[in-house]
């Protein structure tokens, strides 16, 4: 929670400034998404309404109106608000900079890889996005991966995309993980061998060696905003619900690595071994 008011509370993340997420992320492009997501938000209220669903009507006016009322110093700190949506991903992206320029000293000898990890079980159809659960989503990989021997450093997030494939709709829930590595094929193979696919032309896992930071942006962007106002907007609203419903730093996949918050900012940290395992390791 510490993590979330440094953010909310500091303006530099909501204007202008490094770091920088690219052409389509500017200060007045995102007013111009949350303007547009209010509408959506209000009259998918009133469809509500009008279906004698007033539950439903009543969460889409209450974000409605927690949106409508960010303003600066005053911010609603929601994952469902394109202008604090943006200021969480440019103090994430910030922190994981900083660790990783740090980290890549001892492990010059590596790769920093960008891996996609897209688990086939965890998809969801329009009307069920309540079922997603950010949360058990991060321990399930968490599990999997220690299970499998995985015992690295890694900075991740979930990521929700929209997928029209199979004649169908849906959301997919998804990883997008920085890690090192001094085999990029191996770590490839050792991943598939984990994540099957469905489908022949699925892509479960993806490795991809990284030439510098610049998918940190893309890595923490939660939802692709800009692509589903234009081609997803009737479950746009739902969607917004969803992510209304989960904390900006639950989204966050750490291995190894504990998020602090600082006053200037958030810090990541090498999580160090424990007195126990050092005194172990001595004797
Ligand atoms: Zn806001």
């Known amino acids: 929670m510490k993590a979330h008011q440094t953010v909310n509370s500091n303006e530099r993340w909501f204007r202008k400034g490094p770091p920088y997420l690219g052409k389509p992320f500017t200060v007045k492009k995102t007013a111009q998404r949350h303007a547009?997501?209010?509408?959506?938000?209000?009259?998918?209220?009133?469809?509500?309404?009008?279906?004698?669903?007033d539950e439903l009507a009543d969460a889409y006016r209450r974000l409605k109106a927690k949106l409508n009322a960010c303003r600066p110093?005053?911010?609603?700190?929601?994952?469902a608000c394109p202008k604090c949506a943006r200021a969480f991903q440019r103090a994430k992206v910030e922190a994981e900079q900083i660790v990783i320029a740090d980290l890549a000293k001892s492990r010059a000898n590596k790769h920093l890889v960008f891996v996609t990890i897209i688990p086939r079980h965890m998809t969801y159809l329009p009307g069920q996005f309540d079922q997603v659960n950010v949360l058990k989503a991060n321990r399930w990989l968490k599990d999997v991966l220690a299970?499998?021997?995985?015992?690295?450093v890694i900075l991740g997030s979930v990521d929700l995309g929209w997928e029209r494939r199979r004649s169908k709709k849906y959301l997919q829930l998804h990883w997008h993980l920085a890690m090192w590595t001094t085999?990029?094929?191996?770590?490839?193979?050792?991943?598939?061998?984990?994540?099957?696919?469905?489908?022949?032309?699925?892509?479960?896992?993806?490795?991809?060696?990284?030439?510098?930071?610049?998918?940190?942006?893309?890595?923490?962007k939660i939802v692709k905003l800009p692509e589903l106002l234009r081609h997803?907007?009737?479950?746009?609203?739902?969607?917004?619900?969803?992510?209304?419903?989960?904390?900006?730093?639950?989204?966050?996949?750490?291995?190894?690595?504990?998020?602090?918050?600082?006053?200037?900012?958030?810090?990541?940290?090498?999580?160090?071994?424990?007195?126990?395992?050092k005194i172990r390791r001595a004797s």
């Open 147 to 152: 299970r499998h021997g995985f015992d690295r």
């Open 183 to 220: 085999n990029p094929k191996s770590l490839e193979a050792r991943l598939k061998v984990i994540f099957l696919r469905a489908q022949k032309y699925e892509r479960p896992v993806d490795v991809r060696i990284t030439r510098n930071v610049g998918f940190l942006g893309y890595k923490n």
């Open 232 to 277: 997803a907007r009737r479950h746009l609203a739902e969607l917004s619900l969803l992510l209304d419903h989960v904390e900006p730093f639950d989204f966050l996949f750490l291995r190894k690595l504990r998020l602090s918050a600082q006053s200037q900012g958030l810090v990541l940290r090498k999580i160090k071994k424990s007195k126990r395992t």
């Open 36 to 53: 547009a997501l209010i509408k959506i938000l209000s009259r998918a209220g009133k469809r509500a309404a009008r279906a004698d669903n």
């Open 73 to 79: 110093n005053q911010r609603c700190g929601s994952s």
